[in-house]
């Protein structure tokens, strides 16, 4: 999973990190971190416009980057192009993550992967450099290696667009790396798009037919994904659909409801089922998913979301919300603040777990949605 994230000249970002990198880590400076790292559930909260959504799309940018390649990447789900993407166009875009991985062996690794995009005097997009750093700890001392360098005078691929890291860790000889583990762990993230996806009629109509193993990110092939289970085992796909239906709450008076929140109950089904499947995604990231949910839908899925990260203690949902209610029992370590100076167009993000006072209050007993109804989160 994630530890931490920094992404220079993109976007909407010059320079800022959310978590911890490797340099900060325990390893480097002794008995304790410097920062606090990304947990299993994370919260991006802000007002509108403060960079939770630009946030969540650089993160998609840097799976197609790997996945297809960089000019690909640059296009994909309607991106403008990667001189429009970037602040400085004479300056590259450098993307720095910090993950623990679920090693073959007993332990976890802990590898440190940094991209670098640059500009062709034409604009295009390539690969400037790329990084991968191993840390290990033998007994009380920590040591890092470079595990992959793939730079323009020792480039490790003929096309300048296509990343080492999308070549290498497709190889594997029968016993996986840590560049195959790292490739694996991107691969597996998951952008959910539930609540701000618009449903093509292509499937709205059921033209995509067969059974599908996995819920798409738009989550328009549930049917195809309850075909699939039911012809793998009845029995699992009873046991499934009746424990979620048991979750999602009765809507009373359903005729008086508005006509947004007619889907809810479909909806949460969606979001259940994805914490469901039965090979967990790396990373999650979902943009407000309590949005068009009732009040206690939003309860249950914040438990559902909350008992995924516990059965599976390397993956990890990062999503944003507008609403106090999901955060409400989430500790200060797990929420991040998106701020913006409108004046000046600077963002700031901070750890609500590095503020004194909403850690105090948190261990007054006082909930964080309530901490956040308070004022005591939003600066401007």
């Given amino acids: ?16 990190q959310v978590g911890l990198l490797l340099e900060e880590s325990i390893g480097f400076v002794g008995s304790k971190e410097r920062g606090i790292r990304l947990r299993n559930l994370n919260a991006l909260i802000g007002r509108n416009n403060t960079g939770k959504s630009s ?3 650089s993160m998609s940018y840097i799976k197609r980057c790997i996945l297809d390649d960089v000019a690909q990447a640059s296009t994909a789900d309607g991106r403008p192009g990667f001189m429009n993407l970037v602040i400085d166009k004479e300056k590259p875009s450098i993307f720095t993550l910090f993950f623990k991985l679920k090693d073959v062996g007993p332990g976890s690794l802990y590898l440190e992967y940094k991209l670098t995009v640059g500009a062709t005097k034409f604009g ?24 992959l360098h793939n730079y323009p005078e020792k480039r490790l691929v003929n096309d300048e667009r296509i990343t080492a890291l ?12 840590e560049i195959n583990l790292l490739y694996e762990e991107i691969d597996k993230w998951f952008f959910c798009q539930f609540s701000t996806y618009d449903t093509p009629d292509y499937y709205a109509l059921g033209n995509a037919p067969g059974g599908h193993k996995h819920l798409n990110s738009a989550g ?24 979620i239906n048991s979750k999602i709450p009765v ?6 409801m508005p006509e947004s929140l007619e889907g809810s109950p479909e909806k949460l089904f969606k979001y259940l089922l994805l914490l469901r499947d039965q090979e967990p995604k790396s990373t999650i ?3 407000t998913p309590d949005k068009d949910l009732y009040h206690d839908m939003v309860d249950v899925l914040a438990i559902e979301m909350r008992q995924f990260t516990l059965d599976h203690r390397y993956s990890q949902i990062v999503f944003s919300t507008h609403n106090p209610y999901i955060v409400e029992s989430m ?7 998106f701020s913006r100076d409108f004046d000046t167009d600077e963002i700031e993000i901070k750890c609500a777990g590095s503020n004194p006072v909403v850690n105090e209050l948190f261990n007054e007993g006082i909930g964080m949605g309530a901490i956040w109804y308070g004022g005591h989160l939003d600066e401007n």
């Fill in 285 to 287: 990231f979902i943009e």
């Fill in 331 to 337: 500790p200060p370590k797990e929420i991040w603040v």
């Fill in 251 to 256: 809507m009373k008076l359903k005729s008086s």
């Fill in 166 to 177: 999308s070549v290498l860790g497709r190889i594997n000889n029968g016993n996986k790396t």
């Fill in 220 to 243: 328009s092939n549930l049917g195809n994904v309850l075909t699939y289970l039911k012809s793998l085992d009845g029995n699992v796909y009873e046991h499934i659909v009746n424990e």
């Fill in 55 to 57: 946030f969540i799309r």
């Fill in 1 to 16: 999973m994630l530890l931490g994230v920094r992404i220079q000249n993109f976007d909407c970002f010059s320079d800022h």
């Fill in 124 to 147: 295009s997009p390539y690969v400037k450099d790329e990084t991968v750093l191993l840390s290990k700890r033998n007994d009380n001392e920590v040591t890092t290696e470079v595990i």
